[in-house]
């Protein structure tokens, strides 16, 4: 069953959803919202299709799942979606309703007019999408158990390496990876000016499990495995990024700390970016912010895939598996590689 909303109600969710954004301003962007208001049982996102809009939840509740597992349920206040129209175009999950809802449905283009008017309603709207990929993250991340021994590296990590600069553009760098696809060079130089080149011999960590999170990192050349150790002292592998990754993201949404190390599998060079920088470009209301967080957005989004598949794969053969976490990237499933 699908409803329209009057003028009235529309406005009046838009206000209650956008509570940080001046009314006149939230006024100004509701043409660009479609509302719609379906009944109990409705599925409105269908894991594998191709779309690029997002829902924002103004009343009632939602399913998420992927195929016949159940990952989350979302109310209001909720955005559903976010993943596609940030950047990807396939669905990563299927979203059901669970009881009778209405929504406020925003396509891609629609969010890119606010985004090209300065519009305070396209950042609001980027600054939830982050926590809530976070939070849902360290919902999966919660029911992904450790099983059996984790298999034996064929080396213990070395301690932190004494990493050292690189001869890295980090400007020519960030232009060339996808995280940044679309993003204006006046955007980007801000942000490439964050980025410090570093590089790391074979062996050497770039972060340690527990240990307090300073910093984001994009690997520029190389590979870097992520581990985790068990009680036992062991480690146990549970990916191993290529260049064009992003990985560290976790101090930039919260403090706490890491859920594992990341070695360098091979001399591995990366763009750090210490975890106060990371955070003042977020907060910015301008285009750089909204570029930036539009990246790590898209960056959790691969991770909320993997996470999704993992948690999948663990339900199917009640098997145990490492935690993916907010740390590890591995195999990207909805963006595509470079």
Not at 57 to 77: N, P, Q, S
Not at 115 to 140: F, I, N
Not at 286 to 312: E, H, M, Y
Request: some cysteine.
């Amino acid at each position: 069953m699908v409803r329209s909303l009057g003028e009235a109600g529309m406005t009046s969710d838009l206000y209650a959803w956008f509570p940080d954004v001046r009314r006149e301003l939230v006024a100004a962007a509701e043409a660009r919202f479609a509302p719609l208001e379906l009944g109990e049982g409705v599925v409105v996102i269908e894991e594998g299709e191709e779309d690029v809009s997002a829902m924002l939840v103004c009343r009632g509740e939602v399913l998420v799942r992927t195929g016949d597992l159940e990952i989350a349920t979302v109310g209001e206040g909720g955005l559903i979606g976010e993943i596609a129209l940030f950047g990807g175009n396939l669905r990563v999950a299927t979203v059901e309703t669970v009881t009778e809802c209405r929504f406020m449905m925003l396509e891609r283009s629609d969010y890119e007019v606010l985004l090209h008017l300065g519009s305070p309603v396209a950042y609001s709207l980027e600054k939830r999408a982050l926590r809530q990929l976070a939070a849902r993250l360290r919902e999966v991340d919660s029911r992904i158990a450790e099983a059996g021994e984790p298999h034996r590296l064929s080396r213990d990590p070395e301690a932190i390496g004494s990493d050292g600069p690189a001869d890295v553009d980090p400007l020519r760098t960030l232009v060339n990876r996808r995280f940044f696809e679309g993003t204006p060079a006046s955007a980007l130089v801000p942000i490439a000016e964050r980025f410090v080149p570093r590089v790391y011999a074979p062996g050497e960590m770039l972060c340690r499990q527990g240990a307090a999170g300073d910093a984001v990192y994009l690997l520029v050349d190389g590979a870097v495995e992520v581990v985790v150790s068990s009680a036992g002292g062991e480690s146990g592998q549970l990916a191993v990024l290529e260049p064009g990754d992003v990985f560290g993201m976790a101090p930039l949404l919260e403090d706490r700390p890491r859920m594992a190390s990341c070695v360098a599998l091979e001399k591995t060079t990366v763009l750090r970016m210490s975890r106060l920088d990371g955070r003042d470009l977020s907060r910015l209301e301008n285009r750089t912010g909204s570029s930036f967080r539009t990246a790590i957005i898209r960056a959790l989004g691969d991770q909320v895939a993997f996470a999704n598949a993992q948690l999948a794969l663990r339900h199917m053969t009640r098997g145990r598996l490492a935690r993916a976490g907010i740390e590890a990237q591995g195999q990207h499933l909805y963006y595509g590689r470079r």
